[in-house]
């Protein structure tokens, strides 16, 4: 029998704000039918026909304090929801990653943990940045990625290229090989790597914020996969998910 199920609870409280603001109050939501998955996200279409910028959230709630697997990736901070929230350009949709949120279809653990990047994934995830796109009446879109999410968003870009105007990254995971091997991690066996594509990646109008202070992704690693300064912005006092205040002014300023 086919697992399928919302996690009605804690998404009803998420949308009313009873315990999560709900930073997303002036956004549209919706679910995104994509094969093998059901995709959350919130959406603003203010100019249909101008360039769509879309956020694409971390890994989430994948694993709790112990470092074991959680049942509910669903993120528990407002980080990036916030910054989607405040950018002030007419077409914004903060994407979830497939079985936050709304758990349908396919979900089990290996999609938030060793396959949180596979090609299912990718595909999926690329079928609603499409959606989204035609609904918009957009010519072309932005990804802006944090953290996991910023792998997702280079594998869709690399696949899809004629589709994406730039990449922006937030405290990237940008090869998750390396990654996993600076935390003395297991690999994620079930996933593909941007590392791969790094030619085509190469040329992708994008840049990159890192936090000088983050510990989750210290900003060498994505300086040693963009091997380029002037596309790297290391943000000083930032950690993994706080202090990009004055990053966020420049990437609300990308159109």
């Not at 930073?23 to 100019?47: C, E, G």
């Not at 949709?93 to 349908?104: G, I």
């Not at 396919?106 to 959606?131: A, H, I, L, M």
Request: charged residues 20%; hydrophobic residues 35%.
């Amino acid at each position: 029998m086919k697992r399928k199920h919302i996690f009605t609870l804690g998404l009803l409280l998420f949308l009313v704000g009873c315990q999560t603001p709900n930073v997303l109050s002036d956004m549209r939501f919706q679910t995104n039918p994509a094969p093998p998955y059901l995709i959350a996200s919130w959406h603003k279409i203010t100019v249909p026909g101008e360039t769509l910028k879309i956020y694409i959230e971390g890994d989430g709630h994948a694993f709790d304090a112990s470092g074991n697997p959680t049942d509910n990736p669903t993120p528990q901070s407002t980080f990036l929801r916030e910054i989607a929230a405040n950018d002030p350009a007419p077409n914004v949709v903060y994407l979830a990653r497939p079985c936050q949120y709304v758990q349908a279809g396919q979900c089990t653990q290996k999609d938030w943990t060793t396959g949180r990047f596979s090609k299912e994934v990718v595909n999926s995830t690329y079928q609603v940045v499409k959606s989204l796109k035609k609904k918009a009446k957009a010519p072309d879109v932005i990804l802006i990625g944090y953290s996991g999410g910023a792998q997702l968003a280079g594998l869709v870009a690399v696949k899809n290229p004629s589709d994406i105007k730039g990449i922006i990254t937030i405290a990237g995971v940008l090869d998750h090989a390396a990654w996993t091997s600076y935390h003395k991690d297991k690999p994620l066996t079930d996933s593909d790597n941007l590392l791969a594509y790094r030619s085509v990646f190469k040329m992708i109008p994008q840049h990159h914020f890192a936090g000088g202070k983050d510990n989750v992704v210290p900003p060498k690693l994505i300086e040693d996969f963009v091997q380029d300064p002037e596309r790297v912005t290391v943000v000083p006092k930032a950690t993994h998910n706080s202090g990009y205040k004055a990053a966020c002014q420049e990437i609300y300023k990308t159109r």
